[in-house]
Each structure stands twice: as C-alpha cells, then as structure tokens.
C-alpha cells in the first residue's frame, strides 16, 4: 500500500524526479521564479491535525484555507477546520466522505492521499510554526501580485487615475495585507490590562490638569471630559454658524500649543503634554484655516484680514503672532472629498514620520465611503465606523465635525439632542463622546422683535428692551452640550465665545454656574 500511496503521490511536493524536472526546467528559463512557497510544511502541518486536532487551535486565529500554496491542501484544511468547529474528530478516515465524490484529490492518489499526510506528520509542537511558515510564504506570495498590480496599473494611461491615487490605493492594500492574519491579536491577560490602567492614571496624576487625555485648552470642558483620550472617536455637532470649526480650531491649536516630549532611557520619544495634531479640512482651504487661527491668537477681526484694512499696529501684531504660531504641530490636509482609506494613509505616514497624537476632520458629512452607494446613511455609517477603527488602530482621539438636522428649528427650545444628528446611522453608536455647540446668541439675533399690529408703543419698547437685555447677556456665552460619553458624565460646560475673533475661552472664574 505505501509504494501504491508514494505512486499517486503530489507529483511535485513528493516525486524527486518530478521536481528535479522541475528545477531543471527553471534552470533553463532565467526568467521564470516560482511563487514561494513549502508543501512540506503544509502536509507536516496537516499531519499534525490529524494526529491531535487540538493544533489546530494553535493556528485557527490567523490562517485560512486560501494561505495553502497547494489548493488542495487548503480544501483539505477547510474540511478538516470544520469538522474540529463542529466538535468532531478530523483525521483521514473522518475526511473521507468528504473527498470520496469530490474528486479534488483524484490527480494525487485519491483519499489514499490523507493517509499519507498523517504520515507526513513531524511533530505536533512545531505546528505552530509550520502555521507560520505558510502564512509568511502567502504575504510573499500576496506581496509579489501587489507588485504586478501596481506595475501593470502604473503603465495603464488612465486620465483620471493619477499616481498619487495609485500610490494611496497600493498603500492602503499593503496595510491590509498587514493586517488580515492578525497572528499577533488575541487575549490579553488582565494583569497586563491593569498595568496600562494604571499607567494612565499615573500620566493624569502626574498633569498640572490631572488629565489623562490631551487637554482642549477650556477648563469646564476638561472638567467634564477628563481631556481627548486615545482611541475614541468624539463627535462635535451644530448647526451652520455656531462655531464648529472656531472650536476645533481652538482645540488644535491648544493641543499643539501644550506640546511636550522627552526622550527615554531608550532613545524613544515620549510625549509628556499636549499633542502633534493633523487637521483635515474638507470645507476649508489650509490658507483660510491658518487665517482663522492668526486671528483667533492675534486678536484682530478676520474680515479686516482678508479686505486689508488693518492698521499698521495691527499688521505688526500679526506678524508677531504669525512667527509664535509657525513652529506649532499642526498638519493641514484640506484635501476635499477625502475617502476614509485616503484619510487613514496619510495618518498613518503622519505618525510614523512626526508622531501623531490628535486627528480633527471638518466635517464628517463632506467625506465619502469606499463603496459607492445611493444610500447616504449607510455610507456616513462606514465612514463614522472607518474613523472610529482608525481612531484604535492608531491610539488616537479623533475630533469629527458633524452637522445637524433642521428638525432643531422646529422647536422652540432649540439646544441639539442625539436624535439631530444629520444622517446619523451609526454615528451615535460608534461615538465614545457626543458633544454639540449652541449659541442662544446666533438665535437671538435672528429674532429681533418688530411692532405688531395695533400694538401700543410703550408695550412694544419693553418688550425691545427686554430682548436687547437678554441678547446682551447670552451674546459671549456659547454651551458645549455632552449628550453622551462613554467613559464619564454627560452635562453642559458654558465657554466664552467672541465672534468677531471666532474664539473660544474660559468664562469668568468667579461664574457659578453649574455644570
């Protein structure tokens, strides 16, 4: 029977003559190479299922039946994968239903074949680094049709298929290749997850602000937030004119402001405050952006800016701002209709390159999905869900604007509620913070009363004076509303906002409201 099994054998991965054929041939042509890869450790793998299915468990997290060089090992794996799942036992007698009418195994011996693979079984210890080994030949063998593609798709004359769009589609296919076994995911044992707790609370014990986070630069806000922490996805709401972008602006600037690192025992660079901060602008050009926040910290009105109407104190004061404000962290990518994949390129080669420790992008609803799709809440929900993975892959917070519905006009208190998120789909579920701005201010200005008919002059002059009053007490005060918030409380922390500067701050100290 084994010289019948080594007759009908692999005729490749077993026959030394078929494969000194095949050497042979290679020799003769220069230009042929293989694909990589070692038939030897698949069968030593699979012999080492058979013989005790629990090593299967010691490769199932991360390899699949298409990482098999020889297709039919990957069918024999497959089988083999769900047999254990199911709580059965695999080995070649059990697999041998499955293959007698199949047929995939008629050109290599038939079902005899099995037999031969348990016998190709070396020792269980090593199958997981027969597992390994397959998987590293699959990212080689991936890796050389990445590099046909990108060859093949850089000599194709395509008008709208620039090389930068190639460069980021064959970046963000590498990171995938990357990332798809996840051989080092898994469990994490608790000790280890206490210890990076309590590393964060030592980092926040340590902090003037006793944050864990990177500060916003607003008292009340860090109060209620504990400051941006990594890996969350916090969602900055409003309605047009309410100042989403004067606040993220504020908040990139004090984060870059704060920025401090020192270097460790290792030579590493650790950030000790504050944060190097990438802000896509979607909306925005980087050069009306920058003049946003030279206006914020020189203090001299953006429209005086863009018609040149300063005055020569007021050029000189922004020039000084300007060379406080040019070594600053910030990153400006106004890039429009950036896709999540683009966003998360260039993130990533951002913190590779400078270290990456806050992501802003205005605004969400100016993005656009991978997959083209009619349905708008769909696609907001792969971007929001895209962001937030983003936002954990790279243990970063990411600030995302969003628009709100007009369904706030309609009532008459008009503070925003989860429920005005604009396409919100996902939005409210993959958010860790849910935060939005209102102005009574923006309202009041729009509501100036004006004389009813037959209505008497006294009662309207009163009733003018009591709206010029109230207009003139809510018109620094803006509310940053937390309608939710994983990791804390929810409330409303009450800032000072000037619009003529477009700038967020601090209330008065002695205010006492609460919050």
Partial sequence: MATAVQNNSNPLADNPANLQAVQNDEQSLPNFRSPPHNFEAEKALLGAMFAN?????????????????????????????KLIERGQIADPITLRTFFEQDGSLADVGGTRYLAEIAGSMVSVINAAEYG????????????????????????????????????????????????TGEIEGGFQDFKSSVVS???????????????????????????????????????????????????ATNIAFNAAYDYKFEIDEAGDKKVTDGAVVAFFSLEMSAEQLASRILSEQAQIASDKMRRGTMTNDEFDKLVVASQQLHKLPIYIDDTPALSV?????????????????LIVV???????????????????????????????????????????????????????????????????????????????????????????????????????????ERSEENRFIAEVIIGKQRHGPTGTARLHFNGMYTRFGDLDTQHTDSY
Avoid: C
Wanted: glycine share 6%.
């Fill in 53 to 81: 299915n629990n090593a299967y468990d010691r490769v199932s997290g991360y390899l699949r039946a298409e990482h098999f060089a020889d297709p039919i090992h990957g069918n024999i794996y497959d089988a083999t994968s």
């Fill in 132 to 179: 390994r080994t397959i998987y590293d030949l699959h990212l080689k063998r991936q890796l050389i049709e990445l590099g046909e593609q990108v060859v093949n798709r850089a000599h194709t004359p395509e008008v709208d298929d620039p090389a930068m769009k190639q460069i980021e589609n064959a970046e963000q296919t590498l990171y995938d290749l990357a990332t």
């Fill in 197 to 247: 707790a309590i590393e964060m609370a030592e980092i926040a014990h340590k902090r003037d602000g006793h944050l864990s986070g990177v500060s916003t630069g607003l008292r009340d806000l860090d109060v209620i937030m504990g400051g941006l922490h990594p890996s969350d996805l916090i969602i900055l709401a409003a309605r047009p004119s309410m100042g989403k972008t004067a606040l």
């Fill in 341 to 357: 994949s683009a966003l998360r390129t260039r993130a990533r080669r951002l913190k590779r390159n400078e270290g990456l420790g």
């Fill in 362 to 468: 205005d605004y969400l609803q100016l993005m656009e999905g991978s997959s083209k799709t009619d349905n708008r809440v769909q696609e907001i929900s792969e971007i929001t869900r895209g962001l937030k993975t983003l936002a954990k892959e790279l243990d970063v917070p990411v600030l995302a604007l969003s628009q709100l519905s007009r369904a706030v006009e309609q009532r008459e208190d008009k503070r925003p509620q989860l429920s005005d998120l604009r396409e919100s789909g996902t939005i409210e579920q993959d958010a860790d913070v849910v935060s939005f701005i209102f102005r009574q201010a923006y309202y009041d200005e729009r509501g100036e009363p004006a004389k009813r008919p037959e209505e008497h002059t006294d009662k309207f002059a009163e009733r003018y004076r009591e709206w010029e």
